[in-house]
T-cell receptor, first 113, second 116 residues
């Protein structure tokens, strides 16, 4: 079993829809959570990061962490065609471990006109 | 502009050949990382370095080598011992906060390695 599970998709939604992207994890030592967006043939771009349980909002993006359920989500409101990309969740333990990140496999999102 | 650069964008390797991928950063970050990305497998850590002249193996170091002679540079060599080198290679860097924790990693644009 992988430490981080993420549905690969593809997920196709109409423009303006609310998108929910999710990851589950098995290692309770993970304390720091990130979401990256990766366009085709490009490097990942950091979208959001958080240490704590609860919600963190940044514009159209909301990151949600539920440590008791070992479950994280990224919500995208008013989705746009430019949001079409692969979304990677990543996480690590807070101290030590050399800042090693454990990634999900990524969810491919397509927002259609 | 501050950032991470990787070169070349595409690299072709012949059988039995060693090739070197370049990664440079001008962010003054302490730590640098190399990942490999394959379809359906996410990113896997090859090597990382937290300070100059020191580096550690990641999860899939076999067939790869690195050096860290300068803070700004962390080149990756794909040796002939790596039997399946075709992949997208990503370099990243991060810096240490005042609390001693590493900040989030920021990525370069990647190098696509193909075997002839």
């Amino acid at each position: 079993q992988k430490e981080v599970e993420q549905d690969p998709g593809p997920l196709s939604v109409p423009e303006g829809a609310i998108v929910s992207l999710n990851c589950t994890y098995s290692n309770s030592a993970f304390q720091y959570f990130m979401w990256y967006r990766q366009y085709s043939r490009k490097g990942p771009e950091l979208l959001m990061y958080t240490y704590s349980s609860g919600n963190k909002e940044d514009g159209r993006f909301t990151a949600q962490v539920d440590k008791s359920s070992k479950y994280i989500s990224l919500f995208i409101r008013d989705s746009q065609p430019s949001d079409s990309a692969t979304y990677l969740c990543a996480m690590r333990i807070l101290t030590g471990g050399g800042n090693k990140l454990t990634f999900g496999t990524g969810t491919q999102l397509k927002v259609e006109l | 502009d501050g950032g991470i650069t990787q070169s070349p964008k595409y690299l072709f390797r012949k059988e039995g050949q060693n090739v070197t991928l370049s990664c440079e950063q001008n962010l003054n970050h302490d730590a640098m990382y190399w990942y490999r990305q394959d379809p359906g497998q996410g990113l896997r850590l090859i090597y990382y370095s937290q300070i100059v002249n020191d580096f550690q193996k990641g999860d899939i170091a076999e067939g790869y080598s690195v050096s860290r002679e300068k803070k700004e540079s962390f080149p990756l060599t794909v040796t002939s011992a790596q039997k399946n080198p075709t992949a997208f290679y990503l370099c990243a860097s991060s810096t240490r906060t005042s609390g001693g924790y590493q900040e989030t990693q920021y990525f370069g644009p990647g190098t696509r390695l193909l075997v002839l």
